[in-house]
């Protein structure tokens, strides 16, 4: 949900008297621009932008005032440390520690930091406040692991001759080349340059220096020209002044892919996957990406302007080769792109913190999903339920009104199992409350939900109500958890309840704190089908500067939150996914969280959407290149506001919503307060049956999703993934940001997102026969696109030869209730007959898995007999997993496009592991015309899913 608007302390009554009345105007339908900065707003932007322009004009005649101290360079265990020496005016010179880490997997860390000078040089205003040290905490949060040195990297070259080589990575076939004058560094591969630091000569690491009152007379930087001051201890943005203790010391550099035309990630920004320059030109846009965690209200689409979250990691692709960059800082960033003929060159720059990049030198996109994911983890396998269809609404509006709606999908036989409350359940806007008038029994709403497995989500966000008769309130401020401002004092702003205060997730207290709130006895109303919604936690504060918390805040450790902002989302969803593990001693099932503000290792917690969008055409095909490049940027549990959150859809917007929400990771319906009802029972026919259609198919498809989930949860694959990401060599693909592949299955969606649609043309790289998955029409032809029909009632989704598809045809009310469900197989044969596919499946809620309890099968079609094999590790869960799932079983094998012969069996020879004796089957040969691939049909293998087993045709 949004903050209305930024709200001037002026407007703070008339803003308590709209939540009096109730009365929340639908603002226009355009992003407020003057609420958010522009670069040439922000000092450390503007500056860093006029050094590149400066740089770029000076050409040749320039040189990099940064040098490498050959005399003080060390090498051990897989690290080079050093000093780079910054010429600030001759002879003066500042030291910047560096450290370059060449780690086991192949992936190089550069970072650079500032020596911390005692020497009374560094006048800071508020001496026992503002930290004076460049932050280097945002490791905490976003890194797990990964970082284990290499033993086998090797200095390759001696230094004299200016430059520093160091071999690494898989036998030693990468190395970092690092000139010392200026300072520069290359990464190859197989002697290839692939990534460059510096070779533009951008790099700015804006030291620390006292204030002087009086600027002196003409004051000159290293470039010959006067620096401009004007935004180094103060800056004025829409009526609010940022104090800036430290003065300037913002972190650029330039970042080039030399032989590289695409560039992909850095989410979150509304726009096309494949990133575009940010210098102006036709097409082009004329302002960088900024990644500054806001609650943009309105936001605007096909625009580099920041959102809600922040993932630092850009990968740059080409025919051969995927590489990669992650800029650790969690700090406001910016990202300039521009591309010459066949390179492209990137200039990123953040306001504070140290300068930390790791470069990955792919070659393919896995590569960079797999050691990113090393680094800053994969995706927590979600409980079933959690993939499941989520319904939500600002508000259902008493415990009645949910039992109605959740009585209502049942009376419709329409699957669901989440129903969510926003806001308006509280009382008072406090947080662990529910309304009295409202929510007299949740209890009993809860125990309703219960009965067919559903669940329940509650809002729950970081602005705590700022009064001495709520004790959550009272407890949080005496016991000194609450964010600071810059005097020291507890932080005051507006938000939903009002006057508000902030938990300061970064403090251990407060994390410990955090958790004491979610046990049963503590949060009453809650039983164990009760998870969590964490929303403006980037943080949104309405009457703050650009709509959240001034940067001069203090956080725990003296940080000021200028240096952690863009981190300070994930530590509020990692104090309430650790409060969701300790509800209850010996309890323990996997928290599911969704949250709105994230950054880099977010998706080892919760899932995310793309907050408060619109009930537009133009938003609908949005949601695809957005929830495609967080797949790529190792957040794939993503999804956007089914229906559009502002606004009522037509019932044709609507339809072709679920129509597109089904292929989300994260598949949730959500609508504005002001907006009409339109849960799906409600739309008038033929589209309630649409709808309904859509979301049994998700249900039907629940095996497969969960399968690409656990892909996703062991090596960061994207959960959907785009056309670049699984057909790397096919440049005609690259771009292609509106169609989608469901894990590993070859399923293939492009959903209709534009009105009146009668058809899609979906693009085919390869020549393998691809199939509608309704009726297994045939398209193939490489490189070219398809025209796939998609009248209102129709899904467009293809199948590409050579896979197997899991499935559960039994439409239910819920997933739980299709727990024990038997299967159906679907193969679909490539040009030589084959096929392949897996299934992953646990309990669904617990950890068990990680000890072995779960079944992970192998599918395999050779052309005459289908074998399912063991592909997981066994555990000590193993056995008593496999007993709970032995009754279920295959009921229903089809093979599409079977061989001819065939049409002459009636049966088939069932083998299964550990039988007496094998069985038979029946075969049904199914001959269409019209283009329609013909079918066989297996009934009734009656093989385990948990076993072993051959099926011989
Ligand atoms: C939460 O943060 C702590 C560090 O404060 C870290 O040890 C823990 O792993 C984090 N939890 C998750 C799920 O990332």
Redesign the pocket.
């Known amino acids: 949900m949004m903050a209305r608007s930024r709200l001037s302390s002026s407007w703070t009554l008339l803003f308590s008297l709209a939540i009096l009345l109730g009365c929340l105007v639908i603002p226009g339908v355009s992003v407020k621009h003057e609420n958010f900065k522009k670069c040439a707003q922000s000092g450390f932007c503007k500056r860093n932008r006029a050094l590149a322009d400066d740089v770029s004009a000076k050409g040749t005649s320039w040189s990099s005032p940064y040098e490498l101290d050959h005399t003080d360079l060390h090498f051990e265990n897989g690290q080079l440390k050093g000093t780079i020496l910054k010429t600030v005016s001759s002879p003066q010179k500042v030291k910047l520690p560096l450290l370059i880490s060449f780690l086991e997997s192949g992936v190089a860390r550069v970072t650079v930091d500032e020596e911390k000078r005692i020497n009374g040089d560094i006048e800071i205003r508020h001496e026992s406040q503002a930290r004076k040290e460049r932050y280097n905490d945002a490791q905490?949060?976003a890194l797990?692991g990964g970082l284990d040195l290499s033993k086998s990297a090797t200095l390759s070259a001696e230094t004299q001759d200016g430059f520093t080589k160091i071999a690494y990575g898989p036998d030693n076939s990468y190395q970092a080349v690092i000139r010392h004058a200026p300072f520069s560094v290359e990464f190859q591969r197989d002697g290839q340059t692939h990534v460059q630091f510096n070779d533009k000569g951008y790099l700015n690491m804006e030291h620390w220096r006292p204030k002087v009152e009086v600027p002196a007379e003409g004051e000159q930087d290293v470039l010959g020209a006067k620096e401009d001051e004007s935004t180094w201890w103060e800056e004025t943005f829409g009526g609010n002044t940022d104090t800036k203790p430290r003065g300037p010391e913002s972190v650029g550099l330039d970042i080039s892919f030399p032989g590289y035309t695409h560039v992909f990630g850095i989410p979150e920004h509304a726009d096309s996957l494949s990133l575009r320059e940010t210098r102006g030109g036709s097409g082009n846009h004329e302002e960088p990406y900024r990644l500054y965690n806001s609650d943009v209200f309105e936001y605007e689409l096909n625009s580099p302007m920041t959102l809600y979250g922040a993932i630092p990691l850009m990968q740059a692709h080409r025919k051969d080769s995927t590489v990669g960059v992650f800029w650790l800082n969690a700090a406001e960033t910016w990202i300039d792109i521009v591309k010459s003929k066949a390179d492209t060159q990137t200039h990123w720059f953040s306001e504070a913190g140290q300068l930390d990049v790791f470069v990955f030198l792919g070659p393919s996109p896995r590569e960079i999903s797999k050691k990113y994911g090393e680094l800053t983890?994969y995706t927590q396998l979600p409980q079933q339920f959690a993939i499941a269809y989520h319904q939500c609404r600002w508000n259902y509006v008493t415990d009645e009104d949910v039992k109605e709606v959740d009585r209502n999908f049942d009376k419709y036989q329409i699957p669901y199992d989440i129903i969510w409350l926003d806001i308006e359940y509280l009382d008072d806007r406090k947080y662990f409350t529910w309304d009295p008038l409202t929510f007299p029994d949740p209890i009993s709403m809860e125990k309703q939900l219960d009965e067919s497995e559903r669940k329940l989500v509650v809002i729950i966000d970081p602005h705590i109500k700022n009064q001495d008769k709520f004790d959550i309130s009272k407890e949080m401020k005496s016991k000194g958890l609450a964010t600071r401002n810059k005097d020291g004092d507890i932080y005051e702003g507006w938000c939903w309840p009002g006057s508000s205060n902030w938990i300061d997730c970064f403090n251990p207290a407060a994390i410990k704190w955090w958790i004491s709130l979610f046990k049963y006895d503590r949060f009453k109303g809650t039983l164990p089908n009760v998870f969590i919604w964490n929303d403006m936690n980037e943080p949104s504060v309405f009457n703050g500067p650009e709509t959240t918390m001034p940067k001069d805040n203090l956080h725990h450790g003296n940080w000021e939150h200028r240096d952690v902002h863009n981190v300070n989302g994930i530590t509020f969803v990692?104090a309430t996914?650790?409060a969701m593990l300790e509800r209850k001693k010996g309890e323990i099932r996997r928290p599911f969280i969704l949250t709105r503000s994230f950054y880099a290792?977010a998706q080892?917690?919760s899932a995310m959407w793309t907050g408060d969008n619109q009930a537009t055409w133009e938003h609908l095909a949005i949601s695809l290149p957005m929830v495609l490049n967080n797949g790529i940027s190792g957040y794939p549990f993503a999804g956007a506001d089914v229906g559009g959150f502002f606004h009522n859809p037509s019932k044709e917007l609507l339809t072709r919503w679920y129509q597109t929400g089904i292929w989300y990771p994260f598949f949730r319906a959500h609508a504005h307060i002001d907006t009409r009802r339109r849960e799906p029972y409600l739309i008038q026919e033929p589209f309630r049956s649409i709808i309904t259609q859509a979301i049994r198919l998700r249900y039907q498809l629940l095996p497969a999703w969960y399968t690409a989930f656990h892909e996703a949860s062991v090596n960061g694959t994207p959960i959907v993934r785009p056309q670049f990401y699984v057909h790397p060599t096919d440049e005609a693909g690259f771009t292609i940001d509106d169609q989608l592949y469901l894990g590993s299955t070859g399923i293939l969606a492009k959903p209709a997102v534009s009105e009146e649609a009668t058809s899609v043309d979906i693009y085919i790289a390869d020549d393998e026969k691809y199939y509608d998955y309704f009726d297994y029409t045939v398209y193939q032809g490489a490189g070219k696109h398809h025209s796939v029909p998609a009248p209102m009632e129709k899904i467009p989704v293809l199948m590409q030869g050579g896979h197997i598809i899991p499935r559960k045809d039994r439409p239910r009310r819920s997933s739980g209730l299709m727990k024990y469900d038997p299967y159906t197989l679907v193969i679909v044969l490539d040009k030589n007959s084959q096929a392949e596919g897996s299934l992953y499946v646990d309990d669904g809620e617990t950890f068990d898995y990680q000890r072995g309890g779960y079944v992970h099968r192998r599918f395999h079609f050779d052309g005459s007999s289908l074998v399912s094999e063991d592909i997981a590790t066994p555990g000590p869960q193993t056995a008593a997993y496999q007993k709970t799932i032995a009754s279920v079983h295959v009921e229903r094998v089809v093979v599409v496009d079977p061989p001819k012969e065939w049409q002459s069996k009636n049966t088939v020879t069932v083998i299964e592991d550990g039988a007496k004796a094998s069985s038979t089957a029946s075969l049904e040969y199914v001959v269409q015309g019209d283009g329609k691939a013909p079918y066989a049909v297996v009934k009734n293998p009656n093989v385990g899913i948990g076993k072993t087993w051959r099926i011989e045709f």
């Open positions: 905490t949060w797990i983890g990692n996914y650790q290792g080892r917690m």
